[in-house]
């Protein structure tokens, strides 16, 4: 399985000024601007531990996902919530001829925790020897930093304040996130048992 986003979070979607507001950064001076590139690279690296340790997307973008084969044919669990729409699905030969699965097919099944795409029939189409599946999918809570739930954009917050005030204290890289950051988003974290399953 691989997941490669496709489509990057705009600057201008990053809540750069309300981290300089959280940090107490002084304003009003000529060089006001001049950390906001440092800021954003935080608050980018805050966004993707929270959502590498929760499996939800924060901010709307675009993912391809690439599967050898179904985990079963009765359904298939995509690896990231909240999905808001399926684009394509389309199945590839060993000759990489693509034949796309028509939407009459499957159907997407919305899921905070575990989004699944299941069959509209018995089951999903079978893939072609050497073949694989290529998914492309719209993931996240919305496009604008106020459609994410207030817990995970205030653990961002405290992540990437984390970031800019110990980014020159050595020794702190395998400390883990902070305990305020983990009581967060607690709630968000899903439990897999026995290997994630179908669902």
Same mark, same amino acid.
């Given at each position: 399985?691989?997941?490669? +986003?496709?489509?990057?979070? /705009?600057?201008?979607?990053?809540?750069?000024?309300?981290?300089? &507001?959280?940090?107490?950064?002084g304003? !009003?001076?000529a060089?006001?601007g001049?950390?906001?590139?440092?800021?954003?690279t935080?608050?980018?690296a805050?966004?993707?531990?929270?959502?590498?340790?929760? !499996?939800?997307?924060?901010l709307?973008?675009?993912?391809?996902?690439?599967?050898?084969?179904w985990?079963?044919?009765?359904? &298939?669990?995509?690896?990231?919530?909240?999905?808001?729409?399926?684009?394509s699905?389309?199945?590839?030969?060993?000759? +990489?001829?693509?034949?796309?699965?028509?939407?009459?097919?499957?159907?997407?099944?919305?899921?905070?925790?575990?989004?699944?795409?299941?069959?509209?029939?018995?089951?999903? /189409?079978?893939?072609?020897?050497?073949?694989?599946? +290529?998914?492309?999918?719209?993931?996240?809570? !919305?496009?604008?930093?106020?459609?994410? /739930?207030?817990?995970?954009? &205030?653990?961002?917050?405290?992540?990437?304040?984390?970031?800019?005030?110990?980014?020159?204290?050595?020794?702190?890289?395998?400390?883990?996130?902070?305990?305020?950051?983990?009581?967060?988003? +607690?709630?968000?974290?899903?439990?897999?048992?026995?290997?994630?399953?179908a669902?």
């Amino acid at each position: 399985m691989m997941l490669i +986003e496709q489509t990057a979070v /705009p600057a201008e979607a990053l809540p750069v000024a309300a981290l300089k &507001q959280h940090l107490r950064l002084g304003s !009003g001076f000529a060089d006001d601007g001049l950390q906001d590139g440092l800021l954003a690279t935080f608050l980018r690296a805050a966004m993707t531990t929270i959502e590498g340790r929760t !499996g939800k997307v924060l901010l709307a973008r675009r993912f391809l996902l690439v599967l050898d084969d179904w985990r079963t044919e009765e359904g &298939q669990a995509l690896p990231v919530a909240p999905v808001g729409s399926v684009l394509s699905v389309t199945l590839y030969d060993g000759a +990489e001829r693509a034949t796309v699965v028509p939407t009459a097919a499957w159907r997407l099944v919305r899921d905070h925790h575990r989004p699944r795409l299941l069959p509209r029939g018995t089951t999903l /189409p079978s893939v072609p020897d050497d073949g694989r599946i +290529e998914i492309v999918f719209e993931a996240g809570f !919305g496009a604008a930093w106020a459609d994410i /739930p207030a817990d995970l954009a &205030q653990a961002v917050m405290l992540l990437a304040s984390d970031y800019y005030e110990n980014r020159y204290e050595p020794g702190l890289s395998g400390a883990g996130l902070p305990w305020p950051v983990v009581g967060l988003i +607690e709630r968000w974290r899903t439990v897999r048992v026995l290997g994630g399953g179908a669902a």
